[in-house]
């Protein structure tokens, strides 16, 4: 399973970005998808995730109204469009996948529910 992240960079306050999320070695709509971002000193943080259909879609409060996931399962590709940024979304932002372990899996906010993870992909907002 590989998962190749790509689309970060710098941009000023209030740009926007689009990532995405390539998947390899797996069934991809098979699970569930997520976004996690880390910052200098700070824990893994919960970004947003996506059921395996695209029915269930969750955020983390911050990003509620500014980000948007969203997936292409013919693609193998997940997404996250970031508006409105700030200088506190400077961060590496990681993709993971959240196998299907029932008939329905709740998408996630933990990283621990999440089996594989992207390389990640450095995102900095100046101010």
């Known amino acids: 399973v590989q998962l190749q992240a790509s689309g970060g960079g710098l941009v000023q306050t209030g740009g926007s970005l689009r990532l995405s999320c390539v998947a390899s070695?797996?069934?991809?709509?098979?699970?569930?998808m997520g976004w996690f971002r880390h910052q200098p000193g700070k824990e893994r943080e919960f970004v947003a995730t996506i059921g395996r259909s695209a029915a269930v879609t969750a955020y983390a409060d911050s990003m509620k109204g500014r980000f948007t996931v969203s997936r292409d399962n013919a693609k193998n590709t997940v997404y996250l469009q970031m508006n409105s940024l700030k200088p506190e979304d400077t961060a590496v932002y990681y993709c993971?996948?959240?196998?299907?372990?029932?008939?329905?899996?709740?998408?996630?906010?933990?990283?621990?529910?999440?089996?594989?993870w992207g390389q990640g992909t450095q995102v900095t907002v100046s101010s």
């Open positions: 993971a996948a959240q196998r299907r372990r029932a008939i329905y899996t709740v998408p996630a906010k933990s990283w621990v529910e999440y089996d594989y």
């Open positions: 070695g797996m069934f991809f709509e098979s699970y569930n």
